[in-house]
Each structure stands twice: as C-alpha cells, then as structure tokens.
C-alpha cells in the first residue's frame, strides 16, 4: 500500500509558505480560500498566482489525507504536520530519515490493518443481512432455488427458446442490494444492455438462461455467484444482489464466423 502521507518537497514548502503568511486567525481567514486570495494576497505576476495555486492544491490534498484516516480512528493532528515541515526547513528536524520512513510504514501498517478488520466486520454484517433476505424471499410465491443457491421469481413469462451461455443478450435490469440501494440500472440509463451472457457474474449467466424473450425474473444472487467477497465501489463484500431482469433479445453467435479459420500469427 502507497503511503498516505508522503508529500512531497513541493509541497511540503508550500504549505510552509502559505502557513508563515498567516497571522493570528482573522475573520478573514475563515473565508473561502478564493476569496482569501482576492483579499489577502497581492499577486505582482502570473508566477505569484501559479505558487499560490499549487500552494491551495497541496493544502487541500494534504487537508483530505488527514481527515481520512480519521473515519478508521486514527488521528492526525494538523499542527504537528505543520511543525515537522517548519523544523524540517529550519534544519531541525526531530527525526532522522531512517526514523521518518520507519514511523511512516508503521502508520501504512497500522491503516491497511484496521481497514482489513473495519472491512471483514462489514463482509460479516453483509453475509449475515444477505442470508437472512434470502431465508424471507424463498418464502415468497413461486420462489424457486437452484442447486447453486441461485433464487429466481417469474414476474411475467416469455415465449421462444432460452438463450445458451454462449449466446449475446439484450436486456433491461434493476439492481438492489438487500436493503434496497440501487447500485445499478439501465432503466435509469434510459437504453438497455447487450453483452455475451458468459462475461458476466455466474449468478447472471444461470439465471439468464431460464428465461425465454419477453420474460422478466427477479433473481435473488448469493455471494458466492456474485462478487463474494470482494467489494467494488458500489458493492460491499459478501453482499447478496437482488435484480429485476428483462430479456428483450437473443443473438446467437456467428456459425460462419466461429468456423472461418483462424489467421496464423
């Protein structure tokens, strides 16, 4: 894992700058930093402007790497950032750089070990949550299981054939966590999807396959046919995904291109 606090020399003399520019705090230095800087800086030219602006950038992402680490109960204390750069540029600097890199791992360490346990303890919530949704859904009407654990509802039933995993389908989908969130929909895009029903997370290419055009199914997905426990940016780990599916097309794939021979690399 990259450290989160390392910045840079650039940075660290900017904040430096912009830091021993301020007096004792002010009313105006509680405004907005675009406004502070109509107000409180004088710029004599355009290279003024460019050091006060990689001076706000730095100030700001430094800022946001600070109050992060907070969400998982490790406090940083601002000042004591600040006064490690301000001893550093007076060449005083309280550590060594062997101590430096040393103190920095060991926070590196301390983040991914309580990140690990804060995200095992939410896979656990999300394992037990899904569980328990699918215990009340299989008590619905017409609910069927699969040997896979997979859950399905016809809500209206198609005619034709199923499509085969090797097939392309066009398809409308809605799709929940169990506590309702929509992580996802192509009604909400305005445009139906198309894709090789076999790309996809298995819970998709079984279910998909029970259906006929025209159908739609509500699939009630496990972990272990879905993401398990990996999380993604709108998925928790472990999470059970409940969808609303359309199937509006089957294409089958291309026999003569399958069977036209392939060029020799």
């Given at each position: 894992?990259k450290?989160l ?11 430096l ?7 004792e705090p002010?009313?105006?230095d509680?405004?907005?930093?675009t ?11 355009d290279d003024d ?8 950038s730095?100030?700001?992402?430094l ?11 490790i406090?940083?204390?601002k000042d ?5 750069i301000?001893?550093?540029f007076?060449?005083?600097?309280g550590m ?8 920095l791992?060991g926070?590196?360490?301390?983040v991914?070990?309580k ?27 017409g ?9 399905y509802q ?6 034709g ?23 996802d ?26 259906m006929?055009?025209?159908a739609?199914?509500?699939?009630v997905i ?20 409940v ?5 509006l ?6 026999a003569k291109?399958?069977?036209?021979p392939?060029?020799?690399k």
């Amino acid at each position: 894992m990259k450290s989160l606090f390392k910045v840079s020399l650039l940075a660290a003399t900017v904040m430096l700058a912009v830091g021993c520019q301020k007096d004792e705090p002010t009313k105006a230095d509680t405004k907005p930093a675009t406004e502070q800087s109509q107000s409180a800086v004088n710029f004599k030219s355009d290279d003024d402007k460019a050091a006060y602006a990689i001076g706000v950038s730095f100030a700001n992402y430094l800022s946001t790497s600070l109050e992060k680490p907070k969400e998982i109960g490790i406090e940083l204390n601002k000042d004591i950032v600040l006064q490690g750069i301000e001893d550093a540029f007076a060449g005083k600097a309280g550590m060594k750089d062997e101590e430096t890199r040393e103190v920095l791992q060991g926070l590196d360490k301390r983040v991914a070990e309580k990140m690990k346990a804060q995200q095992e303890e939410k896979a656990a919530a999300n394992e037990k949550a899904g569980a328990d949704f699918r215990a009340k859904f299989a008590k619905e009407k017409g609910v069927k299981t699969t040997k896979s654990g997979l859950m399905y509802q016809v809500e209206k039933a198609g005619s034709g054939e199923s499509p085969k995993a090797t097939d392309t389908v066009e398809v409308h989908y809605k799709g929940t966590l169990v506590d309702g969130t929509t992580f996802d929909s192509s009604y909400d895009r305005g445009e139906p999807v198309t894709f090789p029903l076999n790309k996809v997370i298995p819970g998709w290419t079984e279910g998909v396959q029970l259906m006929k055009v025209g159908a739609k199914y509500k699939f009630v997905i496990p972990p272990q046919l879905a993401y398990g426990a990996q999380a993604t940016p709108t998925i928790p780990g472990n999470s059970t995904l409940v969808f609303e599916v359309e199937l509006l097309k089957i294409e089958k794939p291309d026999a003569k291109a399958a069977n036209k021979p392939q060029a020799k690399k």
